[in-house]
């Protein structure tokens, strides 16, 4: 993708539902020209479609721009304050789907009270996603992360008849995929590739079943 020096600035303009260039240059404060320059170099990289003058972006279509930015050397830091968690659960949950898996977000369970980010379910086999929208963290952060997600699994699993469930953890930083506690740890630039190895690697990693 071509990308123009004013990028990040224009990330605060991909948001769901129609956008004119003339809102796009209002909230990003970048010149008319510009914005339909950035715009139109979007939709020729498959990013959004175009309907009577509006411009139509989906949750996750922030997160891959921001990809591309940072493979092209644009600073991690002024990228990550223009993020949020809806971008990165969007992706994740549209990678999920693009492989077929049916996908849940934001799902609750009760008694305790939990949130699991995303659910992908295939084949018999519910991956629970953890989206860590993180700046930085520590090996003990992931560690007391693991060591929830591995909870909300379980509850998942208990409340899920004939189910089998393996926990992960999807990072934004991360440079490479990691486990601890044989629980995946992986970056959302490898996530896609990680779901494309899953049923083979499955024996490496926690899975959760009924006892």
């Known amino acids: 993708m071509k990308t123009h020096p004013k990028m990040i600035q224009g990330l ?3 948001i769901s539902g129609g956008v004119s260039v003339k809102d796009f240059s209002t909230v990003t404060q970048i010149s008319s020209i510009d914005s339909e320059n950035i715009l139109n170099n979007l939709l020729n990289n498959g990013i959004g479609t175009l309907k009577d003058n509006f411009y139509f972006f989906e949750d996750g279509d922030k997160l891959k721009i921001a990809m ?3 493979e092209n ?3 991690l830091d002024e990228i990550s304050v223009v993020l949020d968690w809806r971008d990165f659960e969007g992706l994740t949950a549209e990678i999920l789907s693009s492989k077929n898996f049916a996908v849940i977000k934001n799902m609750m369970l009760t008694k305790p009270r939990m949130e699991i980010d995303v659910v992908g379910i295939r084949l018999g086999i519910a991956i629970l996603i953890d989206c860590k929208h993180w700046k930085r963290y520590n090996s003990s952060s992931l560690a007391s992360a693991v060591k929830k997600q591995i909870e909300r699994t379980k509850q998942y699993v208990a409340k899920t008849e ?10 934004l930083y991360q440079d490479k995929i990691d486990f601890i506690d044989k629980v995946p740890i992986v970056p959302i630039f490898q996530f896609s590739s990680f779901i494309d190895e899953f049923y083979g690697n499955i024996e490496e990693m926690k899975t959760i079943e009924k006892d």
Do not use: D, E
């Open 68 to 70: 591309t930015l940072l």
């Open 73 to 75: 050397g644009f600073p």
């Open 12 to 14: 605060n303009g991909i």
């Open 162 to 171: 004939g189910s089998m469930a393996v926990p992960v953890i999807v990072t």
